[in-house]
């Protein structure tokens, strides 16, 4: 046995190996078929249009009176069945207290995502009294279940969006959120300490170390109490920083702080970023500290604020104000950790830079070079850079300093170009090809126009100058590039976010949607058309950012049976398959149910009147899009149960009956039978005997 | 006895004989040894596939048969199942699957055994390991043929799904399901042993009967 010959062996191991790869071959082109079979239908050859087919489309053109440009638009957004868009637009929802997600280039509502507001679809604050939603919507002890959505922040790393968190602020009741885009769903929502209202949130620094917070209408911090007369002695404004813990997916409200500002009713924020990392851009418009007082014959807040002819433009050092705060050179108000003006200003945290009256948008280019700011009453953009604001804070090129102490830097040292755009120039946005895209509210346009400095090599254009202009309607406000405020801007789509819609859809009444307009930036020089109009018919949006498609790596369903989206993790307490029952102890009950399709178990439930019940559910569903509903009618009590999500409530069974509880969402074709009925038993049973009917 | 057990182990080789052609003699072993990894190593692979495609499932349903366990969407399967009153996958095979492991390591063991019997009973030894393939296929088709004709009558769908017996191989259909069943690179090796061994046996016989034959006549011719 042990001489055999090695070319009988080589012999007979080829053998062996062609056997093994036969049958390996064999399974992996079966495979093959098998996804075969699939893609195929979804396979799309190059198309050429035959002559009939010419004569067909131009018919149905001509009979609907499109014009070849809009069989053009109508080609560049179209989505087939199926097909899956480009990019998300994340948008405020504005006072509806949501934030949309919409699929661009289709312009198709992927969905809303409930943040400040109650939402039942979602089963968002319909978890009967003892919500822990609604309890997080309380404003100081109020319940405040309503947003005014403005401005979302994607998460960054190195200055490009992450696809991880969405940040969004509350402008009427200055709050932040945090919306983990894993089950887009928000996680946390912060109430700051300081201030009542807020409209620089929310704006993240490039690698989303701090969630930025600017203020709006300065009051006193902390919640105080001061008449209008003391307005420059007591009123402030803030900006606050908050801390973003990743791993946690949370903002550490311990390890966050803020910085005093003068009353001069802070706008919106950007952060620095590659060039200009490690500051923070705000813009203000009432540095006149105007109090209003129309009532009393004195010129209304509207004319009082826009006096003067410049305000200023807020260059804050925030890697300066961090290392501060752990120096203990901050002072608590209300509990949370403020850098005063005085401290600011010693510390060089703070530096002013003259602006054009009352400017709107404050917007850093994707190389941190330049600092936009929009004139809104001036018709030029303001464009600062960065080189020039830090040789100038060196050289200490100081016009003046304000009434707080603060240093103003001087205009000519820090300016590098305006350019003339046209009517209400609001917020600026930019693309790859060295074009930036500001907003004209007035002019009811986009505008396209030149950067120079290290720009002005990537367009065949002069630099700072108007390009062009392409009608929008009507009112826009922000606008949002692809990617166009990060780092690397995609150049392809814009929205235009049109306040007004007037005569674009049919009317609805006297309160319209707003329009949301999809312009094709892809092709440079003076091309710019409008090729969707979407009406947005839920809530006003203010601002939105767009990202990539492939970047959001979202769960399709939760990764295990029995996750608690509020924690993000397994949760113990989730009642499991086969260990489902009622639990009581005294007049505590606790239901562990689970949901498949198309039961609950248990489906009958037993409680007496005033019995605390906690109520567990476990959807036992992996399957993507196999969402349960519970509802609980008269109890206030509506949950959406998504594959393998925990669901916990509380609530009291104060009213005796028998109540019904049903799945909410169409789950299967036994959807109706999929029901159950809680019975509270009343305390004493006569109370319940049906009364004699009355006799006439 | 030891003369019956003698001649159920057949002839061994002389020394000399050995030495003259050592790969008339190994290359019977080294099949045999090939075939036992073959069938070793199939458990780690499965055995057979199916995948249910329906409107509502773009992306299929797989359902995966390895010895001693299925994988892929069987709670999803199951949970559609309970519909028509079919009991829960796991339930079917219970005994085959908890056995599968030492039964697969029996045969192999028997075939190792094969090696050393220089008769024409070597082939008793391989008997199992080269019916397995087909063993199981039948198996697999009389427990899907139970499953499918045992559904509870007072299931929800029962009265638009009847009783049936799903293809265990090729295409099939169920309600809005269609079903696409083939073998798996576990059931290739397995077949590729059992083949294996049948050309063992070929190349088993071209060097021992020579012996046998010799020995009989050995004893029939006194010298
Ligand atoms: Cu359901």
Redesign the pocket.
């Known amino acids: 046995m042990l001489g055999f010959n090695r070319q009988c062996a080589v012999k007979v191991l080829a053998l062996a190996s062609v056997a093994a790869l036969l049958g390996a071959s064999a399974d992996a082109m079966a495979q093959e078929t098998r996804r075969e079979r699939r893609s195929r239908t979804k396979e799309v050859k190059p198309i050429e249009l035959s002559p009939a087919q010419v004569a067909e489309l131009t018919k149905v053109a001509n009979e609907r009176k499109l014009t070849v440009d809009d069989l053009l638009a109508a080609s560049k957004t179209y989505m087939p069945s199926g097909r899956h868009d480009d990019y998300v637009l994340f948008s405020s929802g504005g006072q509806s207290g949501q934030i949309f997600a919409i699929g661009v280039p289709s312009m198709r509502l992927l969905r809303s995502i409930a943040v400040f507001t109650p939402e039942s679809w979602q089963g968002y604050g319909f978890a009967g009294e003892g919500d822990a939603v609604l309890e997080r919507l309380n404003v100081n002890g109020k319940a405040v279940p309503w947003g005014d959505t403005h401005h979302p922040a994607l998460s960054e790393t190195a200055g490009d969006y992450d696809g991880q968190f969405l940040f969004i602020g509350d402008k009427a009741n200055a709050r932040v959120a945090v919306i983990d885009l894993r089950d887009w769903e928000t996680k946390q929502i912060v109430k700051n300490p300081l201030t009542v209202s807020d409209h620089g949130a929310s704006f993240v620094t490039p690698n989303t170390e701090y969630v930025v917070e600017g203020g709006q209408y300065a009051t006193v911090l902390g919640y105080g109490y001061a008449p209008p007369e003391e307005y420059k002695k007591s009123y402030r404004g803030m900006v606050t920083f908050w801390k973003f813990d990743r791993a946690k997916g949370r903002i550490d409200e311990a390890s966050s702080f803020a910085l005093e500002l003068p009353p001069y009713w802070q706008d919106l924020a950007d952060a620095g970023k590659v060039a200009s990392d490690g500051l923070v851009f705000i813009n203000s418009f009432n540095s006149e500290m105007a109090t209003g007082g129309v009532e009393q014959g004195k010129p209304p807040f509207e004319a009082g604020v826009s006096q003067r002819d410049t305000d200023y433009l807020h260059i804050i050092d925030w890697k300066r104000a961090e290392r501060a705060v752990k120096e203990g050179k901050a002072k608590k108000i209300n509990g949370f950790p403020v850098i005063t003006l005085d401290v600011a200003a010693a510390e060089g945290i703070l530096h002013f830079a003259p602006e054009p009256k009352s400017p709107h948008g404050v917007d850093v280019s994707p190389n941190g070079q330049f600092i936009v700011v929009a004139g809104k009453l001036d018709p030029h953009v303001t464009v600062y850079s960065i080189d020039r604001i830090k040789k100038a804070i060196a050289d200490k090129k100081i016009s003046a300093t304000d009434d707080y102490g603060i240093p103003v830097l001087d205009f000519d040292a820090v300016k590098e170009a305006q350019v003339e755009l046209g009517l209400g120039p609001l917020h600026t946005q930019f693309d790859d090809k060295g074009y930036a895209y500001t907003s004209l509210f007035l002019d009811s346009a986009v505008s396209r126009w030149t950067l120079g400095g290290d720009y002005a090599k990537l367009h065949a254009e002069e630099p700072w100058k108007l390009v062009t202009k392409t009608p929008v309607q009507y009112n826009i406000g922000h606008l949002c590039a692809a990617e166009g405020d990060t780092v690397s801007p995609d150049g392809n789509y814009l929205i235009s976010m049109s306040k007004w819609s007037v005569d674009r859809f049919l009317p609805t009444g006297p309160l319209l949607p707003q329009n949301f307009q999809l312009v094709d930036i892809a092709a440079a020089g003076t091309t710019m058309p409008v090729l969707f109009d979407m009406p947005i018919g839920v809530g006003e949006p203010h601002y939105c950012q767009m990202i990539k498609a492939d970047k959001l790596k979202t769960w399709t369903t939760y990764p295990e049976i029995g996750w608690n989206p509020h924690t993000q993790q397994l949760d113990p307490r989730a009642p499991k398959q086969g260990k489902e029952g009622v639990v009581r102890d005294g007049s505590q009950v606790t239901i562990n149910m689970t ?1 498949i ?2 039961h609950f178990t248990p489906e009958h439930v037993e409680v007496n009147e005033g019995d605390e019940i906690t109520w567990r559910i476990t959807a036992i569903e992996s399957t993507q899009d196999a969402t ?2 519970f509802c609980i009618g008269g109890y206030n009590i509506n949950l959406s149960l998504e594959p393998g999500e925990f669901a916990e409530f509380k609530f009291v069974a104060d009213k005796p009956g028998t109540y019904p509880f049903y ?1 909410t ?1 169409f ?2 074709a036994l ?1 109706l039978e ?1 029901m159950g009925y809680l019975h509270v038993k009343p305390k004493t049973t006569t109370a319940m005997k049906a009364e004699p009917a009355a006799k006439p | 006895m030891p003369g019956l057990l003698a001649q159920i182990a057949g002839p061994r080789v002389p020394p000399d004989e050995l030495a003259r052609r050592p790969a008339r003699y190994a290359t019977p072993a080294l099949l045999f040894a090939v075939a036992r990894v073959l069938l070793l190593v199939s458990i780690f692979f499965p055995y057979w596939h199916m995948e249910l495609v329906a409107p509502q499932y773009p992306d299929g349903l797989f359902l995966t048969a390895y010895v001693n366990h299925l994988d892929g969407d069987v709670k999803e399967i199951d949970g559609l199942n309970h519909y028509i009153g079919m009991r829960p996958l796991d339930e079917a095979a219970r005994v085959e699957k908890s056995l599968a492991i030492w039964m697969i390591v029996a045969m192999v063991l028997f075939v190792e055994g094969a090696m050393f019997v220089h008769s024409k009973w070597a082939v008793l030894l391989a008997v199992p390991a080269i019916t397995f393939p087909a063993f199981f296929i039948a198996d697999l088709h009389l427990w899907m043929r139970r499953f499918g004709q045992g559904l509870d009558p007072s299931a929800p769908l029962s009265a638009s799904v009847k009783p049936f017996t799903p293809t265990v191989l090729g295409e099939g259909g169920i309600g809005q399901f269609r079903t696409f069943a083939e073998l798996g690179t576990g059931m290739w090796l397995a077949i590729g042993a059992a083949g294996m061994i049948v050309v063992a046996f070929w190349f088993h016989r071209r060097a021992f009967r020579p012996l046998s034959v010799a020995a009989r006549r050995a004893a029939e011719v006194p010298a």
Do not use: D, K, W
């Open positions: 949901a399709r198309s349960h509903g799945c969402e789950c299967s959807h999929m």
